[in-house]
């Protein structure tokens, strides 16, 4: 019965463990195949979607917002063609706040897209800035409540004059500004270009992997989190300050959320 495409933008892999779990209830409960684009890609081929077919959108949240360049990559390649595909969205933060990021995946997902968004989620995942901030999830309790999460949103699919939900957030979207600042790398840096290769913005040089193009870095942490040897990452004032910003809220335990 169709596919389940699942329309990921995961730089650090919070966001496609969770997206995973949730997908696999909406697939099991549809009886079809899963298909995974990974928007974190400098190029990705488009998909194309058939009748029977779902799709589930899903982000990270950086600073109350989704990250511009995931709604860059999905106009530029993703249309349902003026298919009806119902949809979900999934918005992944690291325990502070999600604030307009769900809805703005929404938007992107609807009217940017095409698609009919008929379900929302927000899940927890370690910050990718403070490893301890969330540690561990999403946890084998989170996985199996977005499997049920992906269950009820498959029910929902199912009914033919589903209502589009109300969704958390504001327009217009709260002002974000990024950090001033790009990984740092050290001495034990071996070249091997990982970083360089995964990059999703190419804002890391070519055989020069400590120079980063402040202008193109979206401070996404897939280059610390790759990094084998461990020879990346912020500046210690940064980690001080993100530390210190995120105390209030590094012991709360913070629930994922379904909105139908």
Same mark, same amino acid.
């Given at each position: 019965?169709?596919?389940?495409?699942?329309?990921?933008?995961?730089?650090t892999?919070?966001?496609?463990?969770?997206?995973?779990a949730?997908?696999?209830?909406?697939?099991?409960?549809?009886?079809?195949?899963?298909?995974?684009?990974?928007?974190?890609?400098?190029?990705?081929?488009?998909?194309?979607?058939?009748?029977g077919?779902?799709?589930?959108?899903?982000?990270?949240?950086?600073?109350?917002?989704?990250?511009?360049?995931?709604?860059?990559?999905?106009?530029?390649?993703?249309?349902?063609?003026?298919?009806?595909?119902?949809?979900?969205?999934?918005?992944?933060?690291?325990?502070?706040?999600?604030?307009?990021?769900?809805?703005?995946?929404?938007?992107?997902?609807?009217?940017?897209?095409?698609?009919r968004?008929?379900?929302?989620?927000?899940?927890?995942?370690?910050? +990718?800035? @403070?490893?301890?901030? $969330?540690?561990?999830? #999403?946890? =084998? *309790?989170?996985e /199996?409540?977005?499997e049920?999460?992906?269950?009820?949103?498959?029910?929902?699919?199912?009914?033919?004059?589903?209502?589009?939900?109300?969704?958390?957030?504001?327009?217009?979207?709260?002002?974000?500004?990024?950090?001033?600042?790009?990984p740092?790398?050290?001495?034990?840096?071996?070249?091997?270009?990982?970083?360089?290769?995964?990059?999703?913005?190419?804002?890391?040089?070519?055989?020069?992997?400590?120079?980063?193009?402040?202008?193109?870095?979206?401070?996404?942490?897939?280059?610390? +989190?790759? @990094?084998?040897?461990? $020879?990346?990452?912020? #500046?210690? =004032? *940064?980690?001080? /300050?993100?530390?210190?910003?995120?105390?209030?809220?590094?012991?709360?335990?913070?629930?994922?959320?379904?909105?139908?």
């Amino acid at each position: 019965m169709g596919s389940c495409h699942v329309l990921h933008f995961s730089p650090t892999g919070g966001v496609l463990k969770a997206a995973t779990a949730l997908a696999r209830g909406m697939a099991e409960a549809r009886g079809c195949e899963l298909e995974f684009w990974d928007l974190t890609r400098r190029q990705m081929m488009p998909p194309v979607f058939a009748d029977g077919d779902v799709a589930l959108l899903a982000g990270p949240v950086f600073g109350g917002r989704m990250p511009a360049l995931m709604g860059e990559r999905l106009r530029d390649t993703v249309q349902t063609g003026g298919k009806p595909v119902p949809a979900a969205v999934l918005a992944v933060y690291g325990n502070r706040a999600y604030e307009d990021a769900l809805l703005e995946l929404a938007d992107w997902a609807g009217a940017g897209c095409g698609f009919r968004v008929l379900a929302g989620v927000t899940a927890l995942a370690e910050h +990718s800035m @403070c490893r301890s901030v $969330a540690a561990g999830r #999403p946890d =084998a *309790a989170d996985e /199996a409540q977005l499997e049920d999460f992906g269950r009820k949103i498959a029910a929902k699919m199912q009914q033919p004059h589903a209502e589009v939900p109300g969704l958390p957030g504001n327009r217009p979207y709260r002002q974000w500004t990024p950090m001033p600042v790009t990984p740092v790398t050290t001495g034990v840096c071996i070249a091997c270009g990982r970083c360089v290769m995964r990059c999703p913005t190419g804002a890391i040089t070519i055989g020069k992997p400590e120079e980063i193009d402040p202008a193109r870095c979206i401070l996404c942490m897939r280059c610390v +989190s790759i @990094c084998p040897v461990q $020879a990346r990452s912020l #500046p210690e =004032a *940064a980690q001080k /300050a993100i530390a210190q910003k995120l105390a209030p809220v590094a012991q709360v335990h913070r629930q994922n959320e379904l909105f139908l």
